[in-house]
């Protein structure tokens, strides 16, 4: 059985920084290829971050210059660093597992975190 646990959202003023983790069970995050949504009230689910199987790393261009996903095999982790965060950036965060396809959207993913509140005040 695959899950996805995130942790490390908070409340942080802008201009700050916050890490959030997603430790995953169930598989190897160095077999497939991971990633961040995030889902601000009354919007859609969005496309942050992705990395690949290959170790390959991709940012939404909203976030490119301020996010970073890596991942850590042995913890069989998967981390998002976010600095500068804006009061925009506020939204429940999930990481993702992928199975194919079009790695930028809701429809290619397999499993689901429960997923962590970021609050960016200004």
């Known amino acids: 059985q695959v899950r996805l646990v995130e942790s490390g959202g908070g409340l942080v003023q802008a201009g700050g920084s916050l890490r959030l983790s997603c430790a995953a069970s169930?598989?190897?995050?160095?077999?497939?290829?991971c990633g961040w949504f995030r889902q601000a009230p009354g919007k859609e689910r969005e496309f942050v971050s992705n990395i690949r199987w290959v170790s390959a790393t991709y940012v939404a261009d909203s976030v490119k210059g301020r996010f970073a996903i890596s991942r850590d095999n042995a913890k069989n982790t998967i981390y998002l660093q976010m600095n500068s965060l804006k009061p925009e950036d506020t939204a429940v965060y999930y990481c993702?597992?992928?199975?194919?396809?079009?790695?930028?959207?809701?429809?290619?993913?397999?499993?689901w975190g429960q997923g962590t509140q970021v609050t960016v005040s200004s």
């Open positions: 993702a597992v992928f199975t194919g396809g079009n790695y930028y959207s809701t429809n290619a993913v397999a499993y």
């Open positions: 169930g598989l190897a995050v160095s077999s497939v290829t």
